[in-house]
């Protein structure tokens, strides 16, 4: 295939990751990289490397809003995010020495994850009022926009948050994706903040987690300039109109729609890596 | 101001990349391409200062490269502008929080020098 080709095939299904990833919360990085790999044959290397790219640029995208708006909490959000640079740096040293097949085992076994996530739903638990007395401590409750009005909200298990964030973080350093299912289960679960509180911070720190693996990654040579930029063009416009339907979409049906393509992935990237064809 | 800070990095990131983007079409669009083995590029694609100097001379590859450093750097200005925040706030626990996170990326990013 000649370079033309290669360039627009990729932007083309970039565009419908970043389209899918906004809709459904479940980030463009998860597409990208079985796209790459299953129907392009990149080497799974090249592949993680333009993802990364990719999840920064809809994270700093995307972030812009919820930061303007009041819901993400930086306090949460830059505490957090020292476990989840350390986890990311810890997860690019990991991918330095892991092999392509092993690389797409876990892959498809991430994949899998964020299927059931994308059936399941995650449902808000409902705001928790009090802090622990950590949280209190590093002053990580805030409030947030309902109807109109500020509601208040506490933090809980700090430990547990930070420990989840720091394998969020590895994630993300190990397959170049974003980790925000992971992220916003550790904070809507583990430290009972709001879900809408939870879902903008996840999306503030996924881009920083990225940047955290992404020196390693360019010193490495696995960010290819060819193969990122129609990814990281092709996301961002998906994204942006991804942002726009919004509104109007069902988003049940399309959780539905995404974990079975999801699921069928997941699947596909697991034998191939077990087989020795990725 | 964050926000706007973000949308505009992000956008002089993208519109250097299209234009890296379509240099590099032009001049290499009919190239066959073989993605299939990773293999590291020449050493001047893998650090910040081979990228520029490349990028200088013209190759489209590194002009690329150039704006997915931008891109990289995004987040890190905003971890920068938080700290700020907080310093201006005499927050100084988060001041030194939002310092920690940026060291870490800051060793990451040494790597590419």
């Known amino acids: ?278 | 101001m964050i926000g706007e800070l973000l949308r505009a990095g992000v956008l002089l990131a993208a519109a250097t990349v299209f234009a890296g983007g379509v240099l590099y079409l032009v001049r290499q669009h009919a190239d066959r391409i073989d993605y299939h083995a990773f293999v590291a590029g020449a050493p001047s694609t893998r650090s910040v200062s081979g990228i520029l100097q490349s990028a200088a001379h013209g190759h489209s590859e590194a002009i690329i490269e150039v704006g997915l450093l931008l891109l990289i750097l995004t987040p890190i200005a905003r971890v920068a502008v938080a700290m700020v925040g907080f310093l201006l706030e005499r927050d100084r626990l988060y001041a030194m929080v939002s310092l920690i996170v940026l060291v870490i990326l800051a060793f990451s990013l040494m790597h590419a020098t």
């Open chain 1, 1 to 278: 295939m000649t370079a033309l080709e290669f360039t627009i095939v990729v932007w083309a299904l970039s565009a419908l990751a970043g389209f899918l990833g906004a809709l459904t919360g479940l980030g463009g990085g998860v597409v990208v990289v079985p796209a790459l790999t299953l129907a392009l044959g990149v080497d799974i290397k090249f592949a993680i490397g333009a993802s990364l790219v990719s999840v920064i640029a809809t994270s700093s995208g995307a972030a812009a809003a919820y930061v303007r708006e009041g819901y993400s909490n930086i306090r949460i959000g830059m505490f957090l995010e020292i476990a989840t640079t350390l986890g990311a740096i810890a997860g690019a040293f990991l991918a330095g020495r892991v092999s392509t097949h092993a690389l797409a085992i876990v892959f498809g076994l991430m994949l899998l994850q964020a299927a059931y996530q994308s059936f399941k739903g995650l449902a808000d638990r409902g705001a928790n009022a009090e802090s622990d007395s950590l949280s209190k401590r590093l002053r990580l409750g805030g409030s947030y926009p309902v109807d109109g009005k500020r509601q208040s909200y506490g933090v809980r298990n700090v430990p547990g948050g930070f420990a989840m964030m720091f394998g969020a973080g590895t994630l993300s350093g190990l397959l170049g994706i974003g980790s925000g299912a992971v992220k916003v289960i550790a904070m809507d679960r583990i430290m009972r903040i709001p879900f809408k509180v939870s879902t903008t911070t996840s999306n503030f720190m996924i881009g920083v987690t990225a940047a955290a693996s992404a020196g390693l990654y360019l010193s490495r040579g696995y960010i290819d300039p060819r193969v990122a930029m129609p990814v990281m063009l092709g996301v961002l416009i998906g994204a942006l109109l991804g942002a726009k339907v919004l509104v109007n979409a069902r988003v049940k049906t399309l959780r539905i729609v995404f974990g079975v393509v999801i699921l069928a992935l997941a699947l596909e990237m697991i034998l191939n890596g077990a087989t020795g064809k990725i």
